[in-house]
């Protein structure tokens, strides 16, 4: 089935990019679909049903390529889950807390509502029983850490994310039909493996009362060299040792290497280091760059001083620390110079601000055959009727 296809851009060869007005996001809809395949082909080997999760990506016009793919969305929240209903296929919600005045609506649109806590269960479980058709499902805490930024790691201590097994002892879980556990963030199936065991260890009780564990996301299976074999036999001892319907909601692992982000040279400043303004901001466009933190690769530039003109890439914004980092070119920058960003397609989108009423990028489609459609140009009023 993907050898039928046509390959996926080379963005070092899409020369088309420079065509572009900057900033802009460009998402290569090959790229995406390829991706969308993998991850299905695996999920049906595993005999995991997948989401996808629409807080990593959620550019709608692409949905074309991804929907054939899944079984339907993840939502965190009432504006994702009616996206998600947009979108077509089951939609499954949770949110660390949600909120009394959006319950009715996310009952209508969900077919899955998984509670963070059980406070939060039994305030809206009479609610959930009262409607009759939406699933309910409990996130828990297995207390066991794979990510290494504390800033990503739903198991860090003190953590606000899911319930933890001292809390569940005792307490009446009749109505809930599922469990759910997110611990991962980019990680490998090892990582998949070692939380299935501590969950396992933890929660054998929980787990022989319900029909359906969630897995959350955070699985890099399209990241070269991610272990399949090894994600089959979790999924599938998992299925097999306690009869359960299994889901999996990858977000990243779509968009992974499947956008760009193009930007322009505004000055360029001499100095100690020289820099060089754009008009792509590291806060405002690519906030992971300053809370992963996370170097993104620039097509054609180098290490600092790998190559011989080194350049501090700064944002338009007033913040002093709106630094992407320091590049290296084989070439002095002038002003007009693009640069394109590589991997921007994940947590770029869903993420960005006005911030000093910067103006946010273009997106941009790239077919399969190398044309692009700019599916959306945002302005002043974007910025404007956010605050009134």
Same mark, same amino acid.
């Given at each position: 089935?993907?050898?039928?296809?046509?390959?996926?851009?080379?963005?070092?060869?899409?020369?088309?990019?420079?065509?572009?007005?900057?900033?802009?996001?460009?998402?290569?809809?090959?790229?995406?679909?390829?991706?969308? @395949?993998? @991850?299905?082909?695996?999920?049906?080997?595993?005999?995991?049903?997948?989401? @996808?999760?629409?807080?990593?990506?959620?550019?709608?016009?692409?949905?074309?390529?991804?929907?054939?793919?899944?079984?339907?969305?993840?939502?965190?929240?009432?504006?994702?889950? !009616?996206?998600?209903?947009?979108?077509?296929?089951?939609?499954?919600?949770?949110?660390?807390?949600?909120?009394?005045?959006?319950?009715?609506?996310?009952?209508?649109?969900?077919?899955?509502?998984?509670?963070? +806590?059980?406070?939060?269960?039994?305030?809206?479980?009479?609610?959930?029983?009262?409607?009759?058709?939406?699933?309910?499902?409990?996130?828990?805490?297995?207390?066991?850490?794979?990510?290494?930024?504390?800033?990503?790691?739903?198991?860090?201590?003190?953590?606000? %994310?899911?319930?933890?097994?001292?809390?569940?002892?005792?307490?009446?879980? +009749?109505?809930?039909?599922?469990?759910?556990?997110?611990? %991962?963030?980019?990680?490998?199936?090892?990582?998949?493996?070692?939380?299935?065991?501590?969950?396992?260890?933890?929660?054998?009780?929980?787990?022989?009362?319900?029909?359906?564990?969630?897995?959350?996301?955070?699985?890099?299976?399209?990241?070269?060299?991610?272990?399949?074999?090894?994600?089959?036999?979790?999924?599938?001892?998992?299925?097999?040792?306690?009869?359960?319907?299994?889901?999996?909601?990858?977000?990243?692992?779509?968009?992974?290497?499947?956008?760009?982000?193009?930007?322009?040279?505004?000055?360029?400043?001499?100095?100690?280091?020289?820099?060089?303004?754009?008009?792509?901001?590291?806060?405002?466009?690519?906030?992971?760059?300053?809370?992963?933190?996370?170097?993104?690769? =620039? =097509?054609?530039?180098?290490?600092?001083?790998?190559?011989?003109?080194?350049?501090?890439?700064?944002?338009?914004?007033?913040?002093?620390?709106?630094? @992407?980092?320091?590049?290296?070119?084989?070439?002095? %920058?002038?002003?007009?110079?693009?640069?394109?960003?590589?991997?921007?397609?994940?947590?770029?989108?869903?993420?960005?601000?006005?911030?000093?009423?910067?103006? !946010?990028?273009? =997106?941009?489609?790239?077919?399969?055959?190398?044309?692009?459609?700019?599916?959306?140009?945002?302005?002043?009023?974007?910025?404007?009727?956010? %605050?009134?």
């Amino acid at each position: 089935m993907r050898s039928a296809l046509a390959p996926a851009v080379e963005w070092e060869r899409a020369a088309e990019l420079l065509s572009v007005e900057t900033p802009a996001y460009v998402v290569d809809l090959g790229k995406l679909e390829d991706n969308a @395949i993998q @991850i299905a082909g695996l999920a049906e080997r595993a005999g995991a049903r997948l989401l @996808i999760a629409l807080k990593a990506f959620a550019a709608w016009p692409s949905f074309e390529v991804i929907r054939p793919h899944v079984v339907g969305a993840a939502a965190s929240g009432l504006h994702e889950a !009616l996206l998600a209903r947009e979108m077509g296929g089951e939609v499954h919600v949770y949110s660390p807390g949600y909120a009394e005045r959006e319950m009715d609506a996310i009952l209508e649109l969900a077919d899955h509502v998984v509670f963070n +806590s059980l406070t939060q269960w039994q305030r809206f479980a009479p609610r959930v029983r009262e409607h009759g058709k939406v699933q309910a499902g409990l996130r828990i805490n297995p207390e066991h850490s794979e990510v290494k930024v504390a800033l990503y790691d739903p198991c860090a201590p003190g953590s606000r %994310l899911g319930a933890r097994l001292a809390q569940l002892e005792g307490a009446d879980l +009749s109505g809930i039909s599922g469990l759910h556990f997110h611990t %991962l963030c980019e990680l490998g199936s090892d990582a998949l493996e070692r939380t299935v065991a501590a969950v396992e260890t933890r929660f054998a009780e929980q787990l022989g009362r319900v029909q359906w564990v969630n897995l959350g996301g955070g699985h890099f299976i399209t990241k070269a060299g991610y272990d399949e074999a090894r994600f089959v036999a979790t999924v599938q001892g998992l299925k097999q040792r306690h009869e359960l319907e299994v889901y999996m909601e990858p977000g990243a692992a779509f968009a992974l290497d499947a956008g760009v982000l193009v930007a322009g040279v505004l000055d360029v400043i001499d100095g100690p280091i020289p820099v060089a303004v754009l008009d792509a901001s590291a806060t405002a466009h690519m906030p992971d760059v300053l809370e992963m933190p996370y170097r993104p690769r =620039i =097509i054609d530039a180098g290490e600092p001083r790998e190559k011989a003109f080194t350049y501090r890439l700064g944002g338009p914004t007033c913040l002093a620390g709106d630094v @992407i980092g320091d590049y290296s070119f084989d070439r002095p %920058l002038a002003v007009g110079d693009k640069l394109v960003f590589c991997d921007m397609a994940q947590y770029s989108m869903v993420k960005n601000t006005t911030f000093n009423g910067v103006g !946010l990028p273009d =997106i941009v489609l790239r077919s399969r055959d190398g044309s692009l459609k700019v599916v959306r140009r945002f302005g002043y009023e974007d910025y404007k009727n956010r %605050l009134g």
